[in-house]
């Protein structure tokens, strides 16, 4: 069974950082592409970013809203995903969802973690 | 930058009648090379991450009921509910994938 458990979220002052996680299990994580999603309280859902699998480039993509700021990495020996969010915005408060892709669909997802960044 | 817009924001559908929500990308996403659209559907329920239903505009996810349905091409698309359900009321996204990916508005459906 896929399971996407990421943690890591919590109250941040604006201009701070913040580390996400997502634990993978249940599939071959090195071989997959993995996204973040986030969804502002009461809003739409946002593509965050993108990683490759190190077999396709490992190349990375950013929505424009946090290209520069926020870094996506993975570790295949843990089988994890992470999301660096650095000079963090009021805007940038959501729950933030990894998920694996299947030829650029979302086929699983995470319960997501919630960032809330306030002073 | 693709973007996607979907008609209508919210709708409220009798149980048992058809429940369409349109799609519109600002470009063709269409790849030439397989001759797929880019194109899938999620459904969302409060409180919960959002599910797949339809990739490659037109493909089911495995277990997904047969009264959802895609359709369109190029830049124009519909997600088809043919007989609405209560476990249906739900917020539906379409989502590209031709050019990175991105998401449109969200179109929440009711019962009547």
């Known amino acids: 069974e896929v399971q996407l458990v990421e943690s890591g979220g919590g109250l941040v002052k604006p201009g701070g950082s913040l580390r996400l996680s997502c634990a993978a299990s249940g599939f071959t994580f090195s071989a997959a592409w993995m996204s973040w999603v986030r969804q502002a309280p009461g809003t739409g859902l946002e593509w965050v970013a993108r990683?490759?699998?190190?077999?396709?480039?490992?190349?990375?993509d950013y929505a424009a809203p946090v290209k520069g700021r926020f870094t996506i990495s993975r570790d295949d020996s843990k089988t994890t995903l992470y999301l660096q969010m650095n000079s963090l915005k009021t805007e940038d408060t959501a729950v933030y969802y990894c998920?694996?892709?299947?030829?650029?669909?979302?086929?699983?997802w995470g319960q997501g973690a919630l960032v809330t960044v306030s002073s | 930058d693709i973007v996607m817009t979907q008609s209508p924001d919210s709708l409220a559908v009798s149980l048992g009648e058809r429940a369409t929500i349109n799609c519109r990308s600002s470009q063709s996403v269409l790849y030439s090379s397989n001759n797929k659209n880019s194109l899938a559907w999620y459904q969302q329920k409060p409180g919960q991450p959002p599910k797949l239903l339809i990739y490659?505009?037109?493909t089911r996810e495995s277990g997904v009921p047969d009264r959802f349905s895609g359709s369109g091409s190029g830049t124009d698309f519909t997600l088809t509910i043919s007989s609405l359900q209560a476990e249906d009321v739900a917020v539906y996204y379409c989502q590209q994938y031709y050019s990175a990916l991105s998401f449109g508005q969200g179109t929440k459906v009711e019962i009547k």
């Open positions: 998920a694996t892709e299947f030829h650029g669909s979302l086929n699983y």
């Open positions: 490659w505009a037109s």
């Open positions: 990683i490759k699998s190190k077999t396709d480039g490992g190349t990375t």
